[in-house]
C-alpha cells in the first residue's frame, strides 16, 4: 500500500479468497483493504493516538439523509453531548482533492451540522472550522486535540 502523509501505525491484517483485509477498530472487524480504506484507517489511528479522541466518540462509514438521497460518510468524531464534532472525508491517494471533494462534505453537513472538517488522501490534509453565523468556514492547519 501507498506510504501516506501520517504517522506509522501498526495495523492487523487477514487474507482470505484472495483479498486482504484491515481490522477496524472502531468498527471491531475485518474490513477488504481499498486503497480508500486504508487511508481511513489512518485517520482512524491518527484522531486516537495523536489527536486523543476516545474511540467511543467516533463513528465510522455509516448512511445518512442528504435531500432525500441516501449518502455514506468516512468518519464523524461525536462531542460527549452527542453533537457532531468532526466530519472526515477519506479518499484514495490517487484522488486529487478537489472543489467537488469540497462539495460532497459541505452536502453532507447540511445534515450533520458539524464544528469542523476534514478532508485527506492520506497525502494532503485539509482543516476547516464552521462559521454557522456569518455562514463561512475558516481554514486552519490542524483540528484541535481532544479536550
Given at each position: 500500500m501507498q506510504k501516506l502523509n501520517f504517522p506509522a501505525y501498526q495495523f492487523r491484517f487477514k487474507s482470505s479468497e484472495n483479498k486482504v483485509s484491515i481490522f477496524d477498530r472502531i468498527?471491531?472487524?475485518?474490513?477488504?483493504?481499498?486503497?480508500?480504506?486504508?487511508?481511513?484507517?489512518?485517520?482512524?489511528?491518527?484522531?486516537?493516538d495523536e489527536k486523543k479522541y476516545p474511540e467511543?466518540?467516533?463513528?465510522?462509514e455509516k448512511l445518512i439523509k442528504v435531500?432525500?438521497?441516501s449518502k455514506r460518510y468516512d468518519v464523524i468524531v461525536f462531542k460527549p453531548n452527542g453533537?457532531?464534532?468532526?466530519?472526515v472525508e477519506c479518499k484514495s491517494h490517487s484522488v486529487k482533492i478537489t472543489q467537488e471533494v469540497f462539495d460532497q462534505?459541505?452536502?453532507?453537513?447540511l445534515a450533520l451540522n458539524a464544528e469542523y472538517l476534514m478532508i485527506t488522501n492520506g497525502l494532503n490534509h485539509y482543516y476547516c472550522q464552521m462559521d454557522y453565523m456569518d455562514q463561512r468556514y475558516t481554514f486552519l492547519k490542524d483540528i484541535p486535540n481532544y479536550k
Open positions: 468498527r471491531k472487524k475485518f474490513i477488504v483493504l481499498t486503497p480508500e480504506e486504508w487511508v481511513r484507517q489512518h485517520i482512524i489511528s491518527y484522531l486516537i467511543s466518540l467516533i463513528n465510522v435531500n432525500d438521497l453533537d457532531i464534532f468532526l466530519i462534505i459541505a452536502r453532507y453537513n
